[in-house]
């Protein structure tokens, strides 16, 4: 890579990659390589710190590569401002979030940027694809992404519908998608009066201003560990579900009916009890 163009995608990037951290040294240094380890090179990589109170300056300092821009905040925000100020931070022309313990593939930005890209409509609002599940050490134990789907477009709010009645965020977790930042304008910031659906809670905003594209290759993981798995499956995630969807059911532009309510409500009280079985076992092998 030349001088000349190694500037030019600091100055212009393309796509903005954000990891909000908190007491994630943990992981870290993984989700940073999947980042660098990216076959698309135009990007600009923030690593917004919430004042953590652990190894996360000294591991961003082991890192020479010049598209990383690491902030710590002087005041923690909590997650909510954290992942609103990666938002605010953002230049690129695409914007993805990735927790701090969760991976990329390495030619996710590849794939996703390529699709976006080829819309010269701006119809499509987020590219997504599946992703794996997987432990502490990296190893995979399941994969997830749109059951008997082939790749290609989907209507905004046909994916929605789905959704809700798969009772589950089909979609995925944040790093799982890549949308316009033109959105971001639109759609404003993350909203995390459900905790645990904000980022269903954004991905359907979003879907109000164009279709999806799932291209049904694996493209992100979501890291699982005992220290979280209890918190991710409790009672409190099935009650923000269904807080979330009867908030999105007052909404006539979502056009959830009765029917597709039901659906989510039992489908998302199986989820929790999936959720647990498998967690439980393949985790704690108990």
């Known amino acids: 890579m030349s001088l000349s163009n190694s500037y030019l995608m600091m100055t212009n990037p393309l796509v903005s ?11 870290l240094p993984a989700t940073i390589d999947s980042v660098l380890n990216q076959s698309y090179p135009n990007f600009e990589f923030w690593i ?10 000294a591991i961003i300092s082991r890192y020479t590569d010049p ?7 002087e005041q923690n925000l909590g997650p909510e401002g954290n992942w609103n100020k990666c938002l605010n931070l953002a230049q690129g022309q695409y914007f993805k979030l990735l927790p701090q313990d969760d ?22 609002a987020l590219v997504f694809g599946s992703r794996g599940i997987i432990d502490p050490q990296g190893r995979t134990f399941m994969t997830r992404g749109l059951a008997r789907t082939k790749p290609g ?13 798969a009772g589950a965020n089909l979609i995925g977790e944040p790093g799982n998608a890549l949308f316009r930042r033109e959105i971001i304008e639109k759609v404003g910031a993350y909203d995390a009066t459900y905790p645990y ?33 209890s918190v991710a499956i409790g009672s409190k ?14 909404d006539a532009r979502f056009r959830i009916s009765r029917t597709d309510r039901v659906f989510g409500f039992v489908n998302a009280g199986l989820n929790t009890m999936g959720r647990w079985f498998i967690y439980r076992f393949l985790l704690t092998g108990k």
């Open 17 to 27: 990659v954000c990891i909000p951290t908190y007491r994630g040294a943990a992981f």
């Open 197 to 229: 659906v904000v980022d269903l809670d954004y991905w359907f905003r979003v879907l109000l201003h164009g279709d999806a594209y799932y291209t049904a290759k694996r493209i992100s993981s979501f890291r699982v560990s005992l220290g979280s798995w």
């Open 67 to 73: 598209r990383i821009r690491y902030l710590r905040n």
């Open 103 to 124: 991976l990329l593939e390495s030619d996710c930005l590849q794939e996703q940027v390529s699709l976006l890209e080829a819309d010269h409509a701006h119809e499509i």
């Open 237 to 250: 995630q099935y009650r923000d579900f269904k807080d979330f969807i009867e908030k999105c059911s007052a």
């Open 153 to 165: 477009r989907i209507s905004g709010l046909a994916l929605i519908k789905r959704c809700v009645r």
């Open 48 to 57: 917004v710190d919430d004042n953590s109170p652990d190894d996360t300056q």
